[in-house]
């Protein structure tokens, strides 16, 4: 069983950065993929980027490539994302998610459903 929670959420004004930090409990941290996802208002969840176990296979949306890097430190079993250059667009509820699968440890994925455990959510609100 893995938890997750998420923080590091908040108002935050266009053109400005946050970093959203996860923390993992249970499994073994370096063996699974961790992804980031969110969901506005009215919108499905959607994938943002995905880091394997090792750290060393990042993949991202092409929505945030570029300006939503992720990053693990799994000695201290987090997951981060940071979020720059954040437009009114941006504003959503952000997710972190694990996936256990074997083959996460080297190769993440961004489909939902592979997915396992989420965290509640944080939300980040971009005021223009």
């Known amino acids: 069983q893995v938890q997750l929670v998420e923080s590091g959420g908040g108002l935050v004004q266009a053109g400005g950065s946050v970093r959203l930090s996860c923390a993992a409990s249970g499994g073994t941290f370096s063996n699974y993929a961790m992804g980031w996802f969110r969901q506005a208002p009215g919108k499905e969840r959607e994938f943002l980027a995905g880091?394997?176990?090792?750290?060393?296979?990042?993949h991202y949306a092409d929505s945030v490539k570029g300006r939503f890097p992720i990053s693990r430190d799994n000695a201290k079993k987090m997951v981060y994302l940071r979020m720059n250059s954040l437009k009114p667009e941006d504003t959503a509820v952000y997710y972190c998610?694990?996936?256990?699968?074997?083959?996460?440890?080297?190769?993440?994925?961004?489909?939902?459903?592979?997915?396992?455990?989420w965290g509640q959510g944080t939300q980040v609100t971009v005021s223009s």
């Open positions: 880091i394997s176990g090792s750290g060393f296979s990042i």
């Open positions: 998610a694990a996936d256990t699968s074997p083959s996460s440890a080297t190769s993440p994925s961004s489909a939902q459903g592979h997915y396992a455990y």
